[in-house]
């Protein structure tokens, strides 16, 4: 098992992990992997854009309404003609595919985790 580098507190105040709900997600033909490109609300942070190569575990209107987070204070990132404007969340399952990190409860779009 790979020793994790420690962070100071500091550190992790840093990162801008924020809860939003999908509100539009459509297909990514451009993609090198199978992809999906979606508009998510940030609640007063606006609405903001990203890709996820989420296809395996999640359909287009499955994701509509549903609550994500997100890392939103890292630099915009060209993919292909697309641009990223956020970090979707996940965890790879037993097959690598990515499972979203979700919330238990609705909460308020834009809330930070703390």
């Known amino acids: 098992m790979k020793m ?13 992990l924020r809860i939003g709900t999908i509100v539009d997600a459509m297909k990514f033909p451009d993609a090198r992997r199978p992809a999906y490109k979606l508009k998510v609300d940030f609640g007063e ?30 630099p915009k990132k060209q993919i ?13 399952d037993e097959n690598g595919d990515i499972v979203l990190s979700a919330v238990e409860r609705k909460v308020p779009n834009g809330s930070k985790l703390v």
């Open 45 to 74: 942070l606006g609405i903001k854009t990203s890709s996820a190569q989420i296809t395996k575990h999640y359909t287009l209107s499955g994701l509509i309404g549903r609550q994500i987070i997100g890392v939103i204070n890292f």
């Open 4 to 16: 994790m580098q420690q962070i100071s507190w500091d550190d992790f105040e840093k990162v801008e």
């Open 80 to 92: 292909g003609k697309f641009m990223s404007e956020f970090l979707v969340t996940g965890f790879a």
